[in-house]
């Protein structure tokens, strides 16, 4: 959270003053929760030091707290619990917060306290300031072993981040931003380097929704005065909380949140910081736990997978060359067939080859300690042996590498994970092929909750849902991500009339266009784009992908999540589109 969304928040946080702290929670470590009664209701107050996500806000979040309260938590309770919220301040607009706090001691006087909230990423902290100006404790101490420039430790009197030679834009007239804005070839940079709060890409963002000239470009004195009149204007209504707060699409595919509507950008407006920021972290969170989880669950499939290319390395040494086995045999034949031409402790036969065009003689070693017959049974004897064996480990071999492929399929599903449903389906996937352990059944037996406080029953969340598309002539596409889905669409969520597709030979999502009529050609092969982009072959050219009416598919009462049968198929040869997949209309 830079200065400027922060200037935006600290102005909600407004409505704190002179509300009573009524309850102090430390959810995490680097996490501070207040709740305070203020204009007779209670608002909570979520201050964050950490390095991700810093930030501070009014929130609806209720996240659970530890059962032992730390030492920093003790200290804010004794000092600040019943306090009242005298103001709470931004300095120089910039990324410190302070609240000041009026409470009274043992013996009834009246004390202050000031709560230092800088947010600063990696730097984040939480200070309780004394009102001699002396630090009680933070979140996070600074020791002389790890900054010799500025110690937070308890006692010592507080300082503030080193101050920066910049202007506070919150104080800044419109003459203030033109002396900035002219003749500055980069305006955006030039605000980020004039003025406290702005990194270089909120200043863009602000720059562009100012001004629709191209930021790259200088622009005329007009043009300047008008953006610096609109600046002065933006700050005036930022500080009022005027503004419209929104999570905002980047380019690049991520997403910001801003406390302000971006010019052009697609971007989800909400009522207030607060709410915004409650979605935007709690999706971040998400996004981080599946990031987290599905390397955990990577990791498992990678670590299979390698195990079975050993498997299957050690299945191609164990299957010797066909040729070599029939030699054993042809030697056990023709010493058979020679046993009485040879004499009972020779070393080698020297015996006509009749399997040869045209038969010549060749030299067969043997064992001197026993008599030609017996060499002749060992031969035979290595012969079935060495068969069985090939035979044995050419079952084993194919067993494995359809096992590689499947495994390789999961692997491929792993990207399609866009929520926590998704990626415990393929875990449960996992559980149910012996490749992990169920841990939520563990938990249950030995009666122990999951993380919420639930059982395993209680804690299980609902199945995912495919993706689901609108075709160019608007037809539904459902397409599954990952091989649990996949069986559930194709054989409880779709019709016998229905189309389904599927990249040939290659694991892929199932995709079921739902439409009982003939398919209009265009939504066919938007169908069968969506089935090779969702498949091993998103990166291939002219896939094949085969489509039959759903009642021509079968799964193998012994087949394995995902894996179907089907005839009556024709096939289409398609190349992945990305751009045309982004151009359908998303339902979900």
């Known amino acids: 959270m830079d200065g400027l969304t922060l200037a935006r928040s600290v102005a909600e946080i407004q409505c704190l003053a002179g509300g009573k702290v009524e309850k102090i929670q430390q959810p995490e470590k680097d996490e501070l929760l207040f709740v305070v009664h203020s204009c007779g209701k209670n608002e909570r107050l979520l201050i964050s030091a950490s390095p991700e996500n810093c930030r501070i806000q009014l929130t609806e979040a209720r996240p659970a707290s530890p059962v032992d309260a730390p030492i920093f938590l003790m200290l804010l309770r004794k000092y600040l619990l019943n306090a009242r919220i005298n103001s ?52 996070r101490r600074v020791s002389p072993s790890m900054s010799s420039v500025r110690l937070i430790l308890p006692k010592l009197e507080y300082s503030a981040p080193p101050a920066q030679d910049k202007l506070d834009p919150a104080k800044a007239a419109a003459e203030d931003f033109l002396n900035v804005l002219s003749d500055a070839p980069r305006p955006d940079k030039a605000l980020s380097a004039a003025f406290f709060g702005l990194s270089p890409s909120i200043a863009a ?23 610096s009149d609109c600046l002065a204007g933006f700050y005036r209504d930022l500080l009022n909380a005027r503004t419209v707060p929104c999570i905002a699409l980047l380019p690049s595919g991520g997403r910001i949140l801003l406390p302000f509507r971006p ?31 599905t390397a955990a669950v990577e990791r498992v499939i990678s670590n299979a997978v390698q195990r079975l290319e050993r498997k299957i390395e050690k299945f191609n040494l164990a299957i010797c060359d066909e040729a070599e086995l029939e030699k054993l045999r042809h030697f056990g034949e ?62 084993q071999r194919e067993t494995a590498v359809a096992e590689l492929s499947y495994l390789r399929g999961l692997h491929c599903d792993l990207s399609n994970c866009a929520s926590e449903s998704d990626l415990n389906e393929i875990r449960q996937e996992l559980v149910e092929q012996g490749l992990i352990r169920d841990s939520s059944r563990r938990k249950a037996e030995r009666g122990k909750p999951s993380k919420n406080g639930k059982g395993a029953k209680g804690s299980k969340l609902p199945p995912s849902r495919p993706h689901k598309y609108l075709s160019s002539d608007g037809i539904e596409i459902f397409v599954g991500k990952n091989n649990t889905q996949n069986d559930r669409l194709t054989f409880k969520q779709s019709a016998p009339e229905d189309t389904w597709l599927h990249t040939k030979d290659i694991h892929g999502s199932h995709v079921i266009i739902r439409f009982a009529g003939e398919i209009p050609p265009k939504t066919l092969e938007e169908a069968a784009a969506l089935a090779a982009y969702h498949s091993q072959a998103r990166g291939s050219s002219a896939v094949p992908v085969d489509y039959t009416k759903r009642r021509y598919v079968k799964k193998p009462s012994s087949a394995k999540p995902g894996s179907v049968i089907y005839t009556n198929q024709r096939t289409l040869i398609i190349t992945p589109d990305e751009d045309m997949i982004n151009s359908l209309k998303k339902l979900n």
């Open 88 to 139: 709470i301040r931004q300095p120089n607009s910039d990324r410190v917060v302070v609240v000041e706090f009026e409470a009274l001691n043992e013996l009834r006087d009246c004390t202050r306290f000031f709560l230092h909230c800088e947010i600063m990423g990696k730097h984040s902290n939480i200070i309780l300031v004394d009102g001699n100006g002396r630090i009680v404790d933070a979140v």
């Open 205 to 227: 963002l602000l720059f562009d929704r100012c001004a629709a000239e191209a930021k790259s470009r200088p622009v005329h004195s007009d043009a300047i005065e008008t953006v």
């Open 263 to 293: 010019f052009g950008l697609d971007c989800r407006e909400f009522p207030t910081l607060g709410a915004a920021a409650d979605e935007f972290y709690r999706s971040r969170a998400e996004n981080e736990s599946i990031k987290r989880r």
């Open 334 to 395: 023709l010493l058979t067939a020679n046993l009485h031409a040879l004499p009972p402790r020779a070393e080698n036969a020297k015996v006509l080859d009749y399997y040869r065009d045209p038969p010549e003689y060749i030299v067969i070693p043997l064992d001197n300690s026993v008599s030609p017959a017996d060499n002749a049974q060992k031969y035979y004897k290595q012969y079935r042996k060495g068969k069985v064996a090939r035979e044995t480990a050419v079952v």
